[in-house]
């Protein structure tokens, strides 16, 4: 009786409340209304607070301009027949206590997270707490000895789908620079759904222990519909690793830029994508690229295209903390690519991973101002100023 009263009650905040911040909206496919601000981020004290204030769910949001913990934690809350998570880390406090309070209201949730997280001394008294809790809870790691579940997915009433950069982190929220995209479009949530359906079925029950290094997991599930059109060029709304063709659609996607090309990637590794982007900058297309400070030093790509003229920045989280840890790109200022996926052959070849596309202004509009924003903020090292953080790092492995 008392889980029917808390979702009776809960459900009558959401009715009540006045319009606006307090209020969570249906978005109907293609009808995005204009976001309203969203309080920034609010310190997590490292125990779940009592009290809850539901708050819009956007078409996106950025870390340092919004509460995305508090965006969760109103999804899970509005949540009252499924909740899906696909989390590479997780200590979130006030998620970790809406997932538990899902659970007894009768809501099923699954939790899938990245095997090393979960079977280490460190495991996050949040995991933990789930566990006590009685969370379905499953493990997965990625394809051979590096790989790892590097998703960041929410999947609510299998209507709204959330994914992004965000891991789901105390740091994600209040020091990383960061995104998390929102949608409901019927084919965008599917697809999401399948994928997660796909990793659970390779997800390890945690009284199992780890599992051995897996070869192949096989192609994911890919989109037949390929929606968004780009310059002629047909993308899919998502797709995913391992495997799966997110590098070859990126690649695609600068091959058929005409414009502009703004990239801000935390790890940009690939080669591949590295000669499409110099192959753009060539062709007369407006290339800049924004990489995390540190992960710079660590890949050969900030020298190629600092040596071939392309406009290049290192930056790092807001408030001058944390890490640039977004993984996106705005081509000709009208298609958007965001997800999981650093720029790199191991998320390709071996990590679970997403991609989002999108070529409605809604999103790709602010995610082109956000880089703005962000490429403004960044610093334009040298090429002996890169060349001596590359020297660091290599002689730190020594």
Known sequence: MLKYIKGIFFGLLLACAPAGAQSIPYFPAGEWPEVPPVGGPVASSGTAVSSFTPVEIPAYAFSGQADIEAIIETAMRASTSSIEAAVYGFTLPRVAAALIDAKERGVRVRVLVNESHMYTSRRSEELQLLLDKGVELRALRGVGRFGIMHNKIGIFDRGLVMAGSFN?????????????????????????????????????????????????????PADPARPVQFNGMLLPGYSFSPGGDTEKNIIGALDFARESADIAVFSFYSLDIAKAALNAHRRGVKVRVLVDRVQASQSDVGAMLLGAGVPFRWSQGFAGKGVMHNKYAVLDGKLLMTGSFNWSDNAQDNNFENMFYSAAPAYAAPYLAQFERLFAGGEAPTQEELAKAVRAYRASLK
């Open 168 to 220: 789901w982190a105390v740091t994600a929220n209040n020091a990383n620079s960061e995104n998390a995209v929102f949608s409901r479009e019927a084919g965008m949530t599917a697809g999401y759904r399948k994928y997660f359906e796909w990793m659970w079925g390779f997800g390890r029950p945690i009284a199992d222990g780890p599992g051995d290094p897996v070869a192949s997991y096989g192609p994911p």
